[in-house]
Protein backbone atom coordinates (compact mmCIF):
# COMPACT_ATOMS: atom_id res chain seq x y z
CA UNK A 1 0.00 0.00 0.00
CA UNK A 2 1.13 3.64 -0.77
CA UNK A 3 2.19 5.99 1.77
CA UNK A 4 -1.23 6.67 3.43
CA UNK A 5 -0.09 9.94 5.13
CA UNK A 6 2.00 11.17 2.93
CA UNK A 7 0.06 13.43 0.93
CA UNK A 8 -1.84 15.08 4.18
CA UNK A 9 1.89 15.62 5.88
CA UNK A 10 2.93 17.23 2.39
CA UNK A 11 -0.21 19.77 1.52
CA UNK A 12 -0.67 20.50 5.00
CA UNK A 13 2.57 21.59 6.68
CA UNK A 14 2.89 20.09 10.06
CA UNK A 15 4.25 22.91 12.68
CA UNK A 16 5.24 22.15 16.33
CA UNK A 17 6.96 24.82 18.88
CA UNK A 18 7.79 23.13 22.27
CA UNK A 19 7.52 25.81 24.76
CA UNK A 20 7.68 24.32 28.23
CA UNK A 21 9.90 21.94 29.79
CA UNK A 22 10.40 21.10 33.38
CA UNK A 23 9.11 20.31 36.34
CA UNK A 24 4.90 22.04 36.61
CA UNK A 25 4.31 22.31 39.98
CA UNK A 26 1.14 24.73 39.99
CA UNK A 27 -1.77 25.57 38.27
CA UNK A 28 -1.42 26.47 34.13
CA UNK A 29 -4.08 27.57 32.12
CA UNK A 30 -3.88 27.27 28.39
CA UNK A 31 -6.28 29.45 26.01
CA UNK A 32 -8.17 28.41 22.75
CA UNK A 33 -6.38 30.16 19.58
CA UNK A 34 -7.47 30.09 16.30
CA UNK A 35 -5.85 27.06 14.22
CA UNK A 36 -3.56 26.11 16.68
CA UNK A 37 -3.99 22.22 19.31
CA UNK A 38 -1.52 21.59 22.08
CA UNK A 39 0.92 18.36 22.92
CA UNK A 40 1.64 17.50 26.63
CA UNK A 41 3.79 14.61 27.53
CA UNK A 42 3.97 13.81 30.55
CA UNK A 43 7.30 11.68 32.11
CA UNK A 44 6.61 11.98 35.26
CA UNK A 45 3.88 12.59 38.28
CA UNK A 46 0.20 13.37 38.69
CA UNK A 47 -1.38 15.33 36.48
CA UNK A 48 -4.95 16.44 36.15
CA UNK A 49 -6.12 17.90 33.30
CA UNK A 50 -9.61 20.61 34.05
CA UNK A 51 -11.63 20.56 31.04
CA UNK A 52 -13.48 23.80 29.68
CA UNK A 53 -16.47 22.10 31.06
CA UNK A 54 -15.07 21.03 34.59
CA UNK A 55 -14.67 17.86 33.98
CA UNK A 56 -11.23 16.29 35.76
CA UNK A 57 -8.86 13.73 34.21
CA UNK A 58 -6.67 12.18 36.57
CA UNK A 59 -3.34 10.71 34.92
CA UNK A 60 -0.80 8.50 36.82
CA UNK A 61 1.18 7.32 34.64
CA UNK A 62 3.20 8.61 31.46
CA UNK A 63 1.02 9.43 28.69
CA UNK A 64 0.58 11.70 25.78
CA UNK A 65 -2.37 14.12 25.48
CA UNK A 66 -3.13 15.55 22.44
CA UNK A 67 -5.73 18.59 21.58
CA UNK A 68 -5.61 18.38 17.40
CA UNK A 69 -8.10 21.47 17.55
CA UNK A 70 -7.69 24.92 19.63
CA UNK A 71 -9.53 24.05 22.99
CA UNK A 72 -9.59 25.79 26.51
CA UNK A 73 -7.89 23.43 29.40
CA UNK A 74 -6.27 23.63 32.55
CA UNK A 75 -3.31 21.58 33.69
CA UNK A 76 -2.12 21.01 37.37
CA UNK A 77 -0.14 19.16 39.21
CA UNK A 78 -1.72 16.41 41.49
CA UNK A 79 1.33 15.89 44.25
CA UNK A 80 3.84 18.47 45.72
CA UNK A 81 7.16 17.21 43.66
CA UNK A 82 5.02 18.07 40.58
CA UNK A 83 5.25 16.85 37.36
CA UNK A 84 7.63 16.57 34.59
CA UNK A 85 6.03 17.80 31.43
CA UNK A 86 6.59 18.46 27.46
CA UNK A 87 3.77 21.26 26.29
CA UNK A 88 4.36 22.33 22.52
CA UNK A 89 1.67 24.54 20.19
CA UNK A 90 0.98 22.37 16.75
CA UNK A 91 -0.49 23.84 13.28
CA UNK A 92 -1.22 21.39 10.80
CA UNK A 93 -2.51 24.22 8.63
CA UNK A 94 -5.28 24.34 6.43
CA UNK A 95 -7.94 25.69 9.00
CA UNK A 96 -10.88 23.84 9.55
CA UNK A 97 -10.81 22.15 6.23
CA UNK A 98 -8.01 19.97 7.07
CA UNK A 99 -9.19 16.44 7.19
CA UNK A 100 -7.01 15.43 10.02
CA UNK A 101 -7.31 18.24 12.23
CA UNK A 102 -10.95 17.51 11.65
CA UNK A 103 -11.15 13.69 11.79
CA UNK A 104 -9.41 13.45 14.99
CA UNK A 105 -11.21 13.24 18.81
CA UNK A 106 -11.29 16.50 20.52
CA UNK A 107 -8.76 15.08 22.92
CA UNK A 108 -6.66 11.86 22.50
CA UNK A 109 -5.08 10.50 25.39
CA UNK A 110 -1.94 7.85 25.01
CA UNK A 111 -0.51 5.76 28.02
CA UNK A 112 3.57 5.67 26.84
CA UNK A 113 3.13 2.22 27.40
CA UNK A 114 0.78 1.60 24.60
CA UNK A 115 3.29 2.67 22.06
CA UNK A 116 6.71 0.65 22.57
CA UNK A 117 7.36 1.94 19.26
CA UNK A 118 7.86 5.05 20.35
CA UNK A 119 10.93 4.14 23.08
CA UNK A 120 13.97 5.65 20.89
CA UNK A 121 12.46 8.92 20.12
CA UNK A 122 10.80 9.69 23.59
CA UNK A 123 14.50 9.20 25.31
CA UNK A 124 15.90 11.36 22.67
CA UNK A 125 13.49 14.01 23.70
CA UNK A 126 13.26 13.20 26.59
CA UNK A 127 16.97 13.87 26.84
CA UNK A 128 17.01 17.05 24.87
CA UNK A 129 14.34 18.55 26.92
CA UNK A 130 15.85 18.08 30.33
CA UNK A 131 19.57 19.01 29.83
CA UNK A 132 20.75 22.38 28.17
CA UNK A 133 22.37 21.19 25.09
CA UNK A 134 23.28 23.39 21.89
CA UNK A 135 20.39 23.99 19.08
CA UNK A 136 18.08 22.67 22.13
CA UNK A 137 14.65 24.72 21.00
CA UNK A 138 15.39 23.36 17.62
CA UNK A 139 15.87 20.03 18.40
CA UNK A 140 12.43 19.49 20.41
CA UNK A 141 10.53 21.17 17.96
CA UNK A 142 11.43 18.58 15.31
CA UNK A 143 11.36 15.96 17.50
CA UNK A 144 7.85 16.49 18.78
CA UNK A 145 6.79 17.05 15.29
CA UNK A 146 7.87 13.28 15.17
CA UNK A 147 6.26 12.19 17.51
CA UNK A 148 3.19 13.29 16.20
CA UNK A 149 3.24 11.20 12.66
CA UNK A 150 4.18 8.49 15.32
CA UNK A 151 0.69 9.00 17.15
CA UNK A 152 -1.03 9.24 13.52
CA UNK A 153 0.11 6.19 12.85
CA UNK A 154 -0.53 4.59 16.39
CA UNK A 155 -4.01 5.76 15.23
CA UNK A 156 -4.42 4.25 12.51
CA UNK A 157 -2.49 0.92 12.87
CA UNK A 158 -4.19 0.18 16.38
CA UNK A 159 -8.07 1.55 14.93
CA UNK A 160 -7.69 3.86 17.88
CA UNK A 161 -9.63 6.52 16.21
CA UNK A 162 -13.51 5.25 14.82
CA UNK A 163 -14.50 7.53 12.38
CA UNK A 164 -13.04 10.52 9.83
CA UNK A 165 -9.94 10.43 7.59
CA UNK A 166 -7.57 8.74 10.26
CA UNK A 167 -10.35 5.76 10.62
CA UNK A 168 -10.53 5.81 6.35
CA UNK A 169 -6.49 5.37 5.84
CA UNK A 170 -6.86 2.37 8.92
CA UNK A 171 -9.62 0.72 6.16
CA UNK A 172 -7.14 -1.19 3.34
CA UNK A 173 -10.34 -0.90 0.82
CA UNK A 174 -10.87 2.69 1.31
CA UNK A 175 -7.78 3.97 1.99
CA UNK A 176 -6.98 3.09 -1.45
CA UNK A 177 -9.27 5.69 -2.60
CA UNK A 178 -8.46 8.40 -0.26
CA UNK A 179 -5.35 8.13 -0.91
CA UNK A 180 -5.89 8.71 -4.79
CA UNK A 181 -7.82 11.54 -4.07
CA UNK A 182 -5.11 13.56 -2.16
CA UNK A 183 -2.63 12.48 -4.21
CA UNK A 184 -4.33 13.46 -7.63
CA UNK A 185 -7.07 16.51 -6.89
CA UNK A 186 -7.31 17.15 -9.90
CA UNK A 187 -8.33 14.31 -11.37
CA UNK A 188 -12.20 14.28 -12.89
CA UNK A 189 -12.85 11.50 -10.25
CA UNK A 190 -16.19 9.88 -10.76
CA UNK A 191 -18.20 7.95 -7.75
CA UNK A 192 -17.73 4.89 -10.33
CA UNK A 193 -13.84 5.61 -10.50
CA UNK A 194 -13.35 5.83 -6.96
CA UNK A 195 -15.13 2.67 -5.87
CA UNK A 196 -12.92 0.61 -8.66
CA UNK A 197 -9.86 2.34 -6.73
CA UNK A 198 -11.04 0.82 -3.70
CA UNK A 199 -11.77 -2.64 -5.63
CA UNK A 200 -15.88 -2.50 -4.23
CA UNK A 201 -19.19 -1.72 -6.00
CA UNK A 202 -20.38 1.35 -6.68
CA UNK A 203 -23.15 1.51 -3.93
CA UNK A 204 -21.31 -0.90 -1.17
CA UNK A 205 -18.09 1.91 -1.50
CA UNK A 206 -20.44 4.85 -1.19
CA UNK A 207 -22.20 3.74 1.87
CA UNK A 208 -18.92 2.56 3.87
CA UNK A 209 -17.68 5.53 2.91
CA UNK A 210 -20.65 7.54 4.77
CA UNK A 211 -20.03 4.75 7.67
CA UNK A 212 -16.75 5.34 7.96
CA UNK A 213 -16.01 9.48 7.31
CA UNK A 214 -19.19 10.82 8.00
CA UNK A 215 -19.31 12.36 4.76
CA UNK A 216 -20.01 11.39 0.66
CA UNK A 217 -17.22 10.69 -1.49
CA UNK A 218 -17.91 14.23 -3.33
CA UNK A 219 -18.20 15.97 -0.65
CA UNK A 220 -14.70 14.85 0.64
CA UNK A 221 -13.00 15.24 -2.90
CA UNK A 222 -14.67 18.76 -2.57
CA UNK A 223 -13.21 19.47 0.74
CA UNK A 224 -10.24 18.23 0.09
CA UNK A 225 -9.78 20.35 -2.74
CA UNK A 226 -10.76 23.55 -1.02
CA UNK A 227 -8.09 22.98 1.78
CA UNK A 228 -5.44 22.05 -1.25
CA UNK A 229 -6.59 25.83 -2.56
CA UNK A 230 -6.38 27.45 0.66
CA UNK A 231 -2.98 25.57 1.52
CA UNK A 232 -1.13 27.33 -2.21
CA UNK A 233 -3.26 31.24 -1.42
CA UNK A 234 -1.17 30.71 1.49
CA UNK A 235 1.97 30.04 0.07
CA UNK A 236 1.14 33.36 -2.26
CA UNK A 237 0.02 31.65 -5.29
CA UNK A 238 -2.97 33.61 -7.25
CA UNK A 239 -6.35 31.68 -7.39
CA UNK A 240 -6.18 31.83 -11.16
CA UNK A 241 -2.83 29.77 -11.23
CA UNK A 242 -4.03 27.28 -8.83
CA UNK A 243 -7.75 26.50 -10.31
CA UNK A 244 -6.77 23.71 -12.50
CA UNK A 245 -4.13 22.28 -9.73
CA UNK A 246 -7.16 21.82 -7.33
CA UNK A 247 -9.59 20.16 -10.14
CA UNK A 248 -11.51 23.53 -11.20
CA UNK A 249 -11.85 24.60 -14.96
CA UNK A 250 -11.26 28.54 -13.85
CA UNK A 251 -10.76 30.88 -11.16
CA UNK A 252 -14.35 31.72 -11.15
CA UNK A 253 -15.28 27.49 -10.71
CA UNK A 254 -13.05 27.60 -7.78
CA UNK A 255 -13.56 31.17 -6.57
CA UNK A 256 -17.75 30.10 -6.13
CA UNK A 257 -16.95 26.55 -4.98
CA UNK A 258 -14.40 28.60 -2.03
CA UNK A 259 -17.00 30.74 -0.98
CA UNK A 260 -20.09 28.14 -0.74
CA UNK A 261 -17.51 25.97 1.46
CA UNK A 262 -16.10 28.74 3.55
CA UNK A 263 -18.41 31.52 3.35
CA UNK A 264 -15.38 33.81 1.84
CA UNK A 265 -14.03 34.24 -1.67
CA UNK A 266 -10.05 33.32 -1.38
CA UNK A 267 -9.71 37.00 -1.23
CA UNK A 268 -11.54 37.68 1.78
CA UNK A 269 -10.48 34.47 3.48
CA UNK A 270 -6.89 34.87 3.27
CA UNK A 271 -7.19 38.77 4.46
CA UNK A 272 -9.05 37.67 7.40
CA UNK A 273 -6.49 35.04 7.85
CA UNK A 274 -3.64 37.42 7.86
CA UNK A 275 -5.91 40.18 9.85
CA UNK A 276 -5.65 37.37 12.97
CA UNK A 277 -2.26 36.01 12.69
CA UNK A 278 -1.42 39.88 13.16
CA UNK A 279 -3.57 40.56 16.00
Not at 99 to 116: D, E, K, T
Amino acid sequence: MSDRLASLLTRFELKSRVFYAGNLCSLVNFDAVEGVGHLHLLKRGNLEVIKANGEVLRLTEPSLLFYPRPASHRLRAGENAGVDLICASVEFGGQDLNPVVVGLPPLMVVPLSAMPNLRSVLEVLFAEAFSEHCGRGAALDRLSEVLLIYLLRHAMNEGFVQSGVIAGLADPRLAKAITAIHDEPARLWSLQGLAEVAGMSRARFAAHFMHVLGTSPGDYLAAWRISVAQGLLVQGRQVKTIADEVGYGSANALTRAFTQRVGQTPTEWLAARREAQSA
